[in-house]
């Protein structure tokens, strides 16, 4: 009659027994619970690499094999075998493969539900001021006495764009959609037919509300970079209408470089504006000098022989002079600010329009699917390593 072979928790009962070991002994050298030495030794209790080089150490003449309840360790001393590792996944590829294939096909279907954007682009360069045309109008100023400082504003377009100027002037917008329906955005958002828990009964305040979630949702659909060594500057809006997003993209463009232009306009039109009004003050106060020095001639002829009246002539030729002076200055100066009033040098060059996009830009399917078959793999092969 063939005998089954010990197992490895008997041999080590027998073994303990035969040299009169005690459970407590064996355990403290095994690095062990004096219970878990029993669970080992009933097979309750799987036992480990771990375990088995101990007992080599502790116990060189015992001699045993390895039997079906010793499973080698994927961690072992804080290092992966990946021997091991691949040969677990390898034994459960049925269940990772089903279990991957079912995360990717649910992945992708989900994605078909989801709600369809379009990314539309416009971009802008800041226009570059001719630098010789600069210099020869400074010489032209210096030589007139006229302080030629740098007026232009430096505008940040990102904060632009995301002001509340623009955002007001979208939303009340119509646009015309792909559909051929023309509607602003709050129409296209419903967000005019969305109930708050809360109803008021001032309309006034409701449509505050509403104003104001428009606003915050557009800025949720806008968005601005700019290169800081090139000045290219890129505003990409995403809509659920491709023709929608590529008319903002623009509008906001146009929107931009009217407000700088404006701007830069006005700040011009009140240097013209003060420049005119000293010009009429220091007119009336060089007439009147004139008018001082016309009589002082008319009342004394002979003020050439009379060193006194000579020099009360010489004072009052002297105002008169330096009213010109300051006269033809502020003429000068009133001319130029007019010049630059008119002047309509660009402040930004739309480098590219947005032009309604074909491809949708969100959801991206392959890149779902990918997502969802990694993560497939993943929970699967984790999930049979704990089985392990």
Same mark, same amino acid.
């Given at each position: 009659?063939?005998?089954?072979?010990?197992s490895?928790?008997?041999?080590?009962?027998?073994?303990?027994?035969?040299?009169?070991?005690?459970?407590?002994?064996?355990?403290?050298?095994? $690095?062990?619970?004096?219970?878990?030495?029993?669970?080992?030794?009933?097979?309750?209790? @799987?036992i480990?690499?771990?375990?088995?080089?101990?007992?080599?150490?502790?116990?060189?003449?015992?001699?045993?094999?390895?039997?079906?309840?010793?499973?080698?360790?994927?961690?072992?001393?804080?290092?992966?075998?990946?021997?091991?590792?691949?040969?677990?996944?390898?034994?459960?590829? $049925?269940?990772?493969?089903?279990?991957?294939?079912?995360?990717t096909?649910? $992945?992708? *279907? *989900?994605?078909?539900?989801?709600?369809?954007?379009?990314?539309?682009?416009? @971009?802008?360069?800041?226009?570059?001021?001719?630098?010789?045309?600069?210099?020869?109008?400074?010489?032209?100023?210096?030589?007139?006495?006229?302080?030629?400082?740098? #007026? %232009?504003? #430096?505008?940040?377009?990102?904060d632009?764009?995301?002001?509340?100027?623009?955002?007001?002037?979208?939303?009340?917008?119509?646009?015309t959609?792909?559909?051929?329906?023309?509607?602003?955005?709050? %129409?296209?958002?419903?967000?005019?037919?969305?109930? @708050?828990?809360?109803?008021?009964?001032?309309? !006034?305040?409701? *449509?505050?509300?509403?104003?104001e *979630?428009?606003?915050?949702?557009?800025?949720?659909?806008?968005?601005?970079?700019?290169?800081?060594?090139?000045?290219?500057?890129?505003?990409?809006?995403?809509?659920?209408?491709?023709?929608?997003?590529?008319?903002?993209?623009?509008?906001?463009?146009?929107?931009?470089?009217?407000?700088? !232009?404006?701007?830069?306009?006005?700040?011009?039109?009140?240097?013209?504006?003060?420049?005119?009004?000293?010009?009429?003050?220091?007119?009336? =106060?060089?007439e009147?000098?004139?008018?001082?020095?016309?009589?002082?001639?008319?009342? #004394?002829?002979?003020?050439?022989?009379?060193?006194?009246?000579?020099?009360?002539?010489?004072?009052?030729?002297?105002?008169?002079?330096?009213k010109? %002076?300051?006269?033809?200055?502020?003429?000068?100066?009133?001319?130029?600010?007019?010049? =630059?009033?008119?002047?309509?040098?660009?402040?930004?060059?739309?480098?590219?329009?947005?032009?309604?996009?074909?491809?949708?830009?969100?959801?991206?399917?392959?890149?779902?699917?990918?997502?969802?078959?990694?993560? $497939?793999?993943?929970?699967?092969?984790?999930?049979?390593?704990?089985?392990?």
């Amino acid at each position: 009659m063939e005998t089954k072979p010990l197992s490895l928790g008997k041999k080590i009962k027998r073994y303990r027994l035969v040299n009169d070991i005690r459970q407590e002994d064996m355990a403290e050298k095994l $690095g062990v619970s004096r219970a878990t030495l029993i669970n080992y030794e009933k097979g309750y209790t @799987s036992i480990n690499i771990d375990v088995i080089n101990k007992i080599k150490n502790a116990y060189p003449e015992f001699n045993f094999e390895l039997d079906e309840n010793v499973k080698p360790k994927i961690i072992n001393e804080n290092t992966i075998d990946f021997k091991v590792l691949f040969n677990v996944l390898f034994k459960s590829k $049925g269940y990772i493969f089903l279990l991957t294939l079912s995360f990717t096909i649910l $992945g992708t *279907s *989900s994605s078909f539900l989801l709600k369809k954007y379009f990314d539309a682009e416009i @971009s802008l360069y800041p226009a570059k001021n001719d630098i010789s045309q600069i210099g020869q109008f400074q010489s032209l100023a210096a030589n007139f006495g006229i302080n030629t400082t740098n #007026n %232009e504003q #430096n505008f940040n377009i990102p904060d632009v764009v995301n002001s509340r100027l623009i955002a007001n002037l979208v939303i009340n917008k119509k646009w015309t959609t792909r559909k051929g329906n023309s509607k602003n955005l709050i %129409e296209l958002w419903q967000i005019n037919k969305k109930k @708050s828990l809360f109803s008021n009964k001032d309309s !006034q305040l409701d *449509s505050m509300i509403v104003i104001e *979630s428009a606003i915050q949702k557009f800025k949720d659909h806008i968005h601005v970079s700019e290169d800081r060594m090139t000045g290219l500057i890129k505003i990409t809006t995403t809509f659920q209408d491709p023709n929608v997003a590529a008319g903002v993209a623009n509008f906001i463009g146009d929107q931009i470089e009217l407000y700088i !232009q404006k701007e830069n306009s006005a700040q011009s039109k009140k240097e013209k504006e003060f420049i005119f009004e000293r010009l009429t003050i220091v007119k009336k =106060e060089l007439e009147n000098s004139e008018l001082d020095l016309k009589i002082f001639k008319e009342r #004394n002829r002979g003020y050439e022989n009379s060193p006194e009246l000579f020099m009360k002539y010489s004072q009052f030729f002297r105002k008169v002079e330096a009213k010109k %002076e300051v006269y033809l200055t502020l003429q000068q100066q009133l001319e130029l600010a007019r010049i =630059e009033e008119v002047k309509q040098s660009p402040i930004l060059h739309i480098l590219d329009y947005a032009v309604p996009p074909v491809n949708k830009s969100y959801p991206n399917r392959y890149f779902i699917a990918v997502i969802s078959l990694l993560l $497939g793999f993943f929970i699967a092969s984790s999930h049979a390593v704990f089985r392990y």
